[in-house]
């Protein structure tokens, strides 16, 4: 690997963590990064998603303050979210390629949806339970789905948590985005567990990707929490529409 491209990995890489502290999608940036450079598709997806978890660490450590109260919570969803992601990460290895490509560009549109109604339908959920603070199944369930697409690809599935955490409890967006970092790092770190284990990592493309998803991690987290919940929403219907236009005709 020349200079250039592990140039081009660590900008990338950079980029990612910033935009997954921030929203999510990051892998839009380094998966097709590391394909362009002859890296092997489901190879560049596990390297990708081994080399995102340190990202997401420093994301979850940027956003520690939003996290206040929020253990007790996270911890149940983060037991679904770790059995969706090994389900995922199963599926990825043992399934046809393109076997989710048909519902995932779907989902991500709904989620897109759900955040550009986040308020109204907040407003309404609280009218009905009081707080809207409790794990139902429907949230279990939904975080569960949300983990099985992140253990296959991961692409776009922070839009997808921030649709279902923003709808189904009554929270700021802040916070939200700050459980959401939490429940994507079980995810990539659930599945990054199955990829060492039984799947070829490129360590050197997952290094790249680990150095500079950190950086980027850090400081897209800085830069997130000091946005308005409204300029954070939009970003993340754009990111969410880039990603399913993506996903469909690329």
């Given at each position: 690997m020349g200079s250039g491209e592990i140039l081009a990995i660590l900008a990338a890489a950079i980029a990612a963590g910033a935009i997954n502290a921030a929203v999510g999608s990051g892998s839009l940036i380094t998966?097709?990064?590391?394909?362009?450079?002859?890296?092997?598709?489901?190879?560049?997806n596990v390297s990708n998603n081994v080399g995102l978890v340190p990202g997401n660490l420093s994301s979850v450590f940027g956003y520690r303050e939003e996290l206040a109260g929020q253990r007790g919570r996270l911890v149940r969803l983060g037991v679904a979210s770790c059995?969706?992601?090994?389900?995922?990460?199963y599926a990825l290895l043992a399934l046809p390629p393109g076997v989710f490509e048909v519902i995932v560009p779907a989902l991500i549109i709904i989620a897109c949806v759900l955040v550009v109604l986040q308020p109204r339908l907040s407003a309404w959920t609280e009218r009905r339970k009081g707080r809207g603070e409790r794990v139902g199944?429907?949230?279990?369930?939904?975080?569960?789905?949300?983990?099985?697409?992140?253990?296959?690809?991961g692409a776009a599935q922070g839009v997808l948590v921030i649709g279902l955490l923003g709808v189904l409890l009554t929270?700021?967006?802040q916070r939200i985005?700050?459980?959401?970092?939490?429940?994507v790092t079980v995810v990539n770190g659930s599945a990054a567990v199955v990829f060492v284990s039984f799947a070829h990592v490129d360590w050197i493309a997952a290094g790249l990707v680990a150095a500079g998803s950190t950086a980027g991690g850090l400081a897209g987290a800085r830069v997130g929490?000091?946005?308005?919940?409204?300029?954070?929403?939009?970003?993340?219907?754009?990111?969410?529409?880039?990603?399913?236009?993506?996903?469909?005709?690329?």
């Open positions: 998966f097709p990064t590391l394909l362009a450079f002859g890296i092997p598709p489901v190879v560049a059995a969706g992601a090994l389900a995922g990460a199944p429907l949230l279990f369930a939904g975080v569960f789905v949300a983990g099985v697409y992140g253990g296959y690809f929270e700021s967006l985005n700050a459980g959401k970092n939490v429940l929490r000091r946005l308005p919940p409204s300029v954070l929403r939009m970003l993340v219907v754009v990111i969410g529409v880039i990603a399913a236009v993506k996903l469909i005709f690329f």
